[in-house]
């Protein structure tokens, strides 16, 4: 694809602009809040750190702001949208650069692996995602991590705030310490409504996540035994545990032996704590 050889301000235009002129609104169905300010997108870009001359994956296209951002900076733009209304608005404007190729699809059935195969190497994803959806996605791409080396979304804070939790924190749960085991999570910047059209009642926050372990020996146990640690966060990990069916004196023995209390709760727990009881218990076969 060619390179951009023009600002891409010249292209620009307001989506509540574009929205108007073509007699559509924003669809709550789909969670559209748009992206309103192309010097934030920058930003966020900026922020991202994106390698020379990289292609990039953008997921959800929207209006097109975040594009424009990443068309400046990345040597290509896979980007994809559901809505064939956006779809008509950016083609009929002639909004994009020639280096930004748009897909229809749905992001949560995007062969991840097939696209890095497509591109010959692992995907660098962006995207303003639809807060209803944010964490389905999320575990659809941790579980296909080879497929990517990092991601840069926009999430709704309370979500973000869960990401990034570490264990003691209210925010902590069976999410926070699976992508502590499998990635480097980092808070970019937080954005109020007013920096998106129309406005949503949340704040939003922009993470990235940067893969760290592509392969973790007993993953599948491993998130079995987070889902049920953290099934009542009120009870202590052993009543929650106990729902395996061993004997609580042995578990009270495994307890002993990793250095855990008894009376410990699942958000007291560090994530590789939580990797060493699910061999133990897998070793057992209650897992």
Same mark, same amino acid.
């Given at each position: 694809?060619?390179?951009?050889?023009?600002?891409?301000?010249?292209?620009?235009?307001?989506? !509540?602009? /574009?929205?108007?002129?073509?007699?559509?609104?924003?669809?709550?169905?789909?969670? #559209? @809040?748009?992206?309103?300010?192309?010097?934030?997108? #920058?930003?966020?870009?900026?922020?991202?750190?994106?390698?020379?001359?990289?292609?990039?994956?953008?997921?959800?296209?929207?209006?097109?702001?975040?594009?424009?951002?990443? !068309?400046?900076?990345?040597?290509?733009?896979?980007?994809?949208?559901?809505?064939?209304?956006?779809?008509?608005? $950016?083609?009929?404007?002639?909004?994009?650069?020639?280096?930004?190729?748009?897909?229809?699809?749905?992001? $949560?059935?995007?062969?991840?692996?097939?696209?890095?195969?497509?591109?010959?190497?692992?995907?660098?994803?962006?995207?303003?995602?639809?807060?209803?959806?944010? *964490?389905?996605?999320?575990?659809?791409?941790?579980?296909?991590? @080879?497929?990517?080396?990092?991601?840069?979304?926009?999430?709704?804070?309370?979500?973000?705030?869960?990401? /990034?939790?570490?264990?003691?924190?209210?925010?902590?749960?069976?999410? *926070?310490?699976?992508?502590?085991?499998?990635?480097?999570?980092?808070?970019?910047?937080? $954005?109020?409504?007013?920096?998106?059209?129309?406005?949503?009642?949340?704040?939003?926050?922009?993470?990235?996540?940067?893969?760290?372990?592509?392969?973790?020996?007993?993953?599948?146990?491993?998130?079995?035994?987070?889902?049920? !640690?953290?099934? !009542?966060?009120?009870?202590?990990?052993?009543? @929650?545990?106990?729902?395996?069916?061993?004997?609580?004196?042995?578990? @009270?023995?495994?307890?002993?032996?990793?250095?855990?209390?008894?009376?410990?709760?699942?958000?007291?727990?560090?994530?590789?704590?939580?990797?060493?009881?699910?061999?133990?218990?897998?070793? /057992?076969?209650?897992?």
């Amino acid at each position: 694809m060619p390179e951009v050889n023009f600002p891409v301000t010249n292209k620009f235009k307001s989506p !509540a602009y /574009l929205l108007k002129k073509y007699g559509i609104k924003a669809k709550k169905g789909l969670g #559209q @809040n748009f992206l309103i300010d192309l010097k934030l997108a #920058q930003k966020i870009v900026a922020l991202a750190n994106i390698p020379s001359k990289c292609p990039v994956v953008e997921l959800g296209v929207g209006l097109g702001v975040l594009t424009l951002a990443l !068309a400046e900076k990345a040597s290509h733009v896979i980007g994809y949208e559901i809505d064939e209304d956006l779809i008509r608005i $950016l083609r009929q404007e002639n909004l994009l650069p020639p280096n930004v190729e748009i897909r229809k699809g749905d992001i $949560l059935k995007i062969d991840y692996l097939s696209l890095a195969r497509e591109l010959g190497k692992k995907l660098l994803l962006f995207g303003n995602l639809p807060y209803y959806l944010s *964490s389905r996605l999320l575990y659809k791409l941790l579980e296909e991590r @080879n497929a990517w080396e990092f991601a840069v979304f926009m999430f709704q804070k309370e979500v973000a705030e869960r990401l /990034l939790a570490k264990p003691g924190s209210k925010d902590y749960g069976h999410l *926070s310490a699976y992508l502590a085991l499998t990635c480097k999570v980092e808070r970019l910047l937080t $954005l109020g409504p007013g920096n998106f059209y129309p406005p949503p009642e949340v704040y939003s926050t922009v993470v990235k996540i940067s893969v760290l372990r592509e392969e973790i020996y007993q993953e599948k146990e491993l998130q079995k035994l987070l889902k049920l !640690a953290f099934s !009542a966060r009120r009870k202590k990990l052993l009543k @929650n545990l106990g729902a395996l069916g061993l004997p609580k004196d042995k578990l @009270n023995r495994i307890f002993e032996e990793l250095g855990l209390p008894s009376k410990v709760r699942a958000e007291e727990v560090e994530p590789e704590k939580f990797l060493a009881l699910t061999q133990r218990l897998v070793s /057992l076969k209650v897992l």
